[in-house]
């Protein structure tokens, strides 16, 4: 702080410029991540990049039944929707910290931001 309560400014744009850098290095680890969800006791799955991309599936044989592809279509949306919940995870566990960091008091002197 300076004379007068007002924050020094060079000292704020400093912590700004690092948040950004552990922004973004939370980014691209998360961009290069994948997770793996399964359904069916693991005869569905699916991997998951963390920014939500679906990158693979595996269907085992014995799950497929031309006379039941409504299970089949169950479990793979089953497979997908638990590696998407661990890729979120996998988000809030990065970008949790410093998506709190403005508001968190990140920034000294700047209420609410």
Do not use: C, H, R
Request: zero cysteines; aromatic letters at 2%; proline letters at 6%.
């Amino acid at each position: 702080m300076q004379p007068g309560g007002q924050p020094d400014m060079s000292q704020l744009l400093a912590q700004a410029q690092q948040m950004q850098q552990q922004l973004m290095a939370a980014q691209q680890e998360m961009a290069e991540a994948e997770v793996t969800g399964q359904a069916g006791g693991g005869l569905v799955t699916a991997t998951v990049k963390g920014t939500g991309e679906v990158v693979g599936l595996k269907i085992d044989p014995k799950v497929v039944d031309p006379d039941d592809v409504e299970t089949l279509q169950d479990l793979v949306i089953g497979a997908i929707e638990d590696a998407s919940s661990k890729a979120q995870e996998i988000a809030a566990q990065k970008l949790g910290p410093l998506a709190g960091g403005f508001g968190g008091g990140g920034l000294p002197g700047l209420p609410g931001f």
